[in-house]
T-cell receptor
Framework: ETGVTQSPTHLIKTRGQQVTLRCSSQ?????VSWYQQALGQGPQFIFQYYREEENGRGNFPPRFSGLQFPNYSSELNVNALELDDSALYLC?????????????FGPGTRLTVL | AQSVTQLDSQVPVFEEAPVELRCNYS??????LFWYVQYPNQGLQLLLK??????LVKGINGFEAEFNKSQTSFHLRKPSVHISDTAEYFCAVFPSNNNDMRFGAGTRLTVKP
């Protein structure tokens, strides 16, 4: 069974640029959630995709957007990068069962905005 | 909305000593509770979860946690820690009515020889 993978591992961008992060979900999982983890903090929920549709969003501006593809892999796009966007971006996949949602996390992409 | 408070930002302990990492939550709806561990430069690994049923939950690596509804707590315990348990531990709540999983700020567990 393949776990959650993310690419790239590290990324350096400058303020104002755009970035795309990628996530491949665990085999059999149809739901992907994205989180931002700033240094020294817990992860914060950005949004979730279920069967290619956005299925919940946290308190992040519209310049954070996403996609989910038919194979359930996903992208996180961030436009007009700001210095505060520097963080570890985590992707988690799951297969909802009833009302529960046990999420399995990838290793993350470390984004640095200069 | 729900929130999570991890009461200790850092917990230093000696090897083979017991440890308790404290977590309190607040929510207006029922929640599911999780503990995750994060090793340096890695993602989060699920330690254990409480969905329903028995309030004492056993997880991997010898950890266990007890759900206390009246005190809205979900403290993590291990009777004897190892050096390899040194990591950041996150408590999280998942509400029954939306997908916004909330994490605490984390507790850095440092096990000393």
């Amino acid at each position: 069974e393949t776990g959650v993978t993310q690419s790239p591992t590290h990324l350096i961008k400058t303020r104002g640029q755009q970035v795309t992060l990628r996530c491949s979900s665990q085999s059999g999982h149809n739901t992907v959630s994205w989180y931002q983890q700033a240094l020294g903090q817990g992860p914060q929920f950005i949004f979730q995709y279920y069967r290619e549709e956005e299925n919940g969003r946290g308190n992040f501006p519209p310049r954070f957007s996403g996609l989910q593809f038919p194979n359930y892999s996903s992208e996180l796009n961030v436009n007009a990068l700001e210095l505060d966007d520097s963080a570890l971006y985590l992707c988690a996949s799951s297969f909802p069962s009833g009302n529960t949602d046990t999420q399995y996390f990838g290793p993350g992409t470390r984004l640095t905005v200069l | 909305a729900q929130s999570v408070t991890q009461l200790d930002s850092q917990v230093p302990v000696f090897e083979e000593a017991p440890v308790e990492l404290r977590c309190n939550y607040s929510s207006s709806v029922s929640v599911y509770l999780f503990w995750y561990v994060q090793y340096p430069n890695q993602g989060l690994q699920l330690l254990l979860k409480y969905l329903s049923g028995s309030t004492l939950v056993k997880g991997i690596n010898g950890f266990e946690a007890e759900f206390n509804k009246s005190q809205t707590s979900f403290h993590l315990r291990k009777p004897s820690v190892h050096i390899s348990d040194t990591a950041e531990y996150f408590c999280a709540v998942f509400p029954s009515n939306n997908n916004d999983m909330r994490f605490g700020a984390g507790t850095r567990l440092t096990v000393k020889p």
